[in-house]
């Protein structure tokens, strides 16, 4: 009797892994136990399992094999013959155990028709495939999380996540890595399983997680397809790709503003900028610093995404932002190309280069200004001037121009004759020698959409400017000027030695004598010999080397006659 009782005692204790129990008057067999148990067949619980089942000879009456399919049930609810029933207890997915059953725990005195004979012995070979308990609830363990988490899913939200789909016993079903994209779905609207609604929630984009569904959270009594049976617990690792909701805006951050931004940019303005293009996993697809050239576009005017047509209003020049798009404001369900897919939330860094509007003038700031200033330049005058040049940003590495305090490397133009960019010509108009400028100079009145060597097309530049020397000019056609009115009787003012002749000595002589008293005024920037030869062989109409009475006229007054022949 205590012997009997140890014995009893001992089958009590005896854990299910790695012991060959006697359950009753069950014999069990645990031939193939897997290293890893996380958890064992109690009472109550459902189970789906393979099984062949002979006679104690060996001869085989029945095999869910050869049906194709597995046998469902629920253990302690007297719906199994009772030997499986206590045979399975204990046992864990992947696990083989052979089960002798005697004939009073299976078919009994009555047997099974023609099949089983009454009192016989039943050997089962089982194999374990799944197991839950209506009690189950979705269990989801973290594998690795982002450094930085500041949105996790909530109901509502629109997901794009990576996975691997397994039955319980390791079966693969599904992979969205082996189709080459990400599985895309609204959570907490029915789209998915209810298993997989719930284990998304709270998930961060970056994040992967191990999320076990019961089936009756999953595809329940009906399964999926071929691939997912009845009855089947499924398992999925995941990666969560992305993450919006349907009614997201666009989001500014990491916003670096310059200390000055004297204008904020705004629907109509043309704006330059650089930027990096990546997914909320950080994954680059686009970026203008590849190319080495800054994306220009007009803003507001939906020339671009809805959501960077808003991101880049209000910015100021230099500035770096960040600009996040939820797809609905980029390239929604489509994608743009083989970068972008569909459904695909965006980040931009972007780098404000500079802006401008159409409408823009040149913008002059006067930095010094001389107290005394009697003359200014104007159009036809000749000027010397300093300069240095530079994108708006002051990027590097373009600048160039002279050095303010190097009066040896000067720059010259005539003012109004075409010789600098427009906006150049302008601000240097109305300037005292000495005086200093800082110019912003719009594209449309610098080098345009093409731009220029070390320019780049569409670029805003910033001038620094000196006067540094003036000569006051003369208009378009004309090579001297009188300041003051010319004599009445000009030919006998010329004819010094009275013989009606000028020769061009006396010629030269004269013109220089009302340069020299501030009466007249050469055209500025061309040798003062060159232009009188010029000036004498214009009014030596017959060329004999002198010039008379009768072929002296005024400039003004032969393009009077002039405009009277063309009439």
């Not at 459902?46 to 006679?55: L, M, P, Q």
């Not at 230099?318 to 972008?340: C, F, N, S, T």
């Not at 030269?508 to 005024?521: H, N, P, S, T, Y």
Request: overall charge negative; hydrophobic content about 35%.
């Amino acid at each position: 009797m205590y012997t009997r009782c140890l014995l009893l005692l001992l089958l009590k204790t005896c854990s299910y892994v790695g012991c060959n129990p006697t359950i009753g008057d069950v014999v069990v067999d645990r031939y193939s136990i897997p290293k890893l148990c996380p958890r064992e067949v109690k009472s109550g619980d459902h189970v789906r399992y393979h099984y062949n089942v002979t006679f104690q000879d060996g001869k085989t009456f029945d095999s869910s094999y050869e049906r194709g399919a597995a046998s469902v049930g629920q253990t302690g609810q007297g719906r199994l013959i009772a030997g499986i029933d206590k045979g399975i207890q204990g046992m864990c997915v992947n696990e083989r155990r052979k089960v002798t059953v005697p004939p009073h725990l299976a078919y009994g005195s009555l047997g099974a028709g023609d099949v089983v004979p009454p009192d016989t012995t039943l050997v089962f070979d089982l194999m374990l495939l799944d197991m839950w308990n209506m009690a189950d609830l979705v269990v989801t363990e973290t594998l690795s999380t982002p450094l930085d988490c500041k949105r996790s899913v909530k109901r509502t939200d629109f997901v794009r996540y990576h996975f691997n789909g397994t039955l319980l016993d390791g079966t693969p079903f599904d992979s969205s890595y082996n189709k080459g994209q990400t599985h895309d779905s609204l959570v907490g609207e029915g789209w998915l399983i209810k298993g997989m609604d719930e284990g998304l929630l709270g998930m961060c984009v970056g994040e992967t997680r191990h999320i076990i569904i019961p089936p009756f959270l999953a595809y329940g009594q009906k399964g999926s397809g071929k691939e997912i049976p009845p009855h089947a617990t499924l398992v999925f690792d995941v990666l969560l790709v992305d993450l919006h909701n349907p009614k997201d805006d666009i989001t500014v951050d990491n916003q670096v503003v310059p200390e000055s931004c004297p204008r904020k940019s705004v629907a109509g303005d043309y704006i330059r900028y650089h930027y990096n293009g990546t997914f909320l996993n950080g994954l680059t697809f686009d970026t203008s610093y590849q190319r080495n050239n800054t994306y220009n576009t007009y803003i507001g005017m939906g020339y671009v995404i809805e959501g960077m047509d808003k991101g880049l209003q209000g910015v100021c020049i230099g500035e770096r932002r960040r600009v996040i798009l939820p797809p609905h404001m980029a390239y929604g369900e489509q994608g743009a190309g083989k970068d972008i897919p569909g459904s695909a939330v965006l980040v931009f860094d972007i780098h404000v280069v500079d802006f401008h509007n159409p409408k823009d003038t040149v913008e002059i700031q006067v930095t010094h200004k001389p107290e005394v200033c009697n003359v200014t330049s104007d159009v036809d005058d000749l000027i010397h001037y300093h300069y240095n040049c530079s994108l708006l940003d002051g990027t590097p590495p373009f600048f160039f121009g002279t050095h303010l305090s190097d009066d040896d490397n000067l720059q010259d133009t005539v003012l109004g004759a075409d010789k600098v960019i427009d906006g150049l010509d302008e601000s240097l108009r109305g300037m005292c020698v000495g005086e200093r400028r800082t110019v912003i100079v719009p594209p449309h009145l610098g080098h345009g959409e093409k731009g220029a060597t070390g320019v780049p097309g569409s670029a805003v530049l910033r001038f620094e400017l000196e006067l540094v020397d003036l000569q006051k000019g003369v208009p378009e056609g004309y090579l001297f000027v009188w300041v003051e009115d010319a004599p009445l009787e000009l030919f006998q003012a010329l004819d010094v030695n009275k013989n009606g002749e000028v020769p061009i000595e006396e010629f030269g002589a004269f013109i220089m004598l009302q340069v020299a008293e501030g009466k007249g005024r050469m055209k500025p920037g061309m040798d003062p010999e060159e232009i009188i030869a010029d000036m004498f062989r214009n009014q030596d109409r017959n060329k004999d080397g002198v010039i008379v009475a009768e072929e002296l006229k005024l400039k003004v007054e032969e393009d009077k006659e002039r405009m009277h022949e063309e009439l």
